[in-house]
């Protein structure tokens, strides 16, 4: 399985961005997606996951309400529209895989999931 996520940019704060992070293999519709990222310094933290395609969606405290996950299935691609973007939220945003789903607890930990794509670089000014 291989993961591809694209989209970063500069923006300014109350801007808004869609990340898309296409995945190779057959059964995407099963697999649970999630989106992490990592800004200077710090670790990298949960973000966004959905759990299979028609499944739950999972969200960080800080990005509830502003940022929302979906995929299209068709397209083997998992996408990240970000709104009312902050400089807090600058940082490098990668997609990964678990290939047969999460749930719960298991979706907003990094350590569950089996394959990572590159990072994409988002940065906010303010």
């Known amino acids: 399985v291989q993961l591809q996520a694209s989209g970063g940019g500069l923006v300014q704060a109350g801007d808004s961005l869609r990340l898309s992070c296409v995945v190779s293999g057959s059964t995407f519709s099963s697999y649970g997606m999630g989106w992490f990222r990592q800004a200077p310094g710090k670790e990298r933290e949960f973000v966004a996951a959905?759990?299979?395609?028609?499944?739950?969606?999972y969200y960080a405290d800080a990005v509830k309400g502003r940022f929302t996950i979906s995929r299209d299935d068709a397209k083997n691609t998992v996408y990240l529209q970000m709104n009312s973007l902050k400089p807090e939220d600058t940082a490098v945003y990668s997609c990964a895989a678990q290939g047969f789903g999460c749930l719960g607890d298991g979706c907003y930990d990094l350590h569950e999931y089996d394959h990572w794509g590159q990072g994409t670089l988002v940065t906010v000014s303010s």
């Open positions: 959905s759990s299979w395609s028609g499944g739950s969606e």
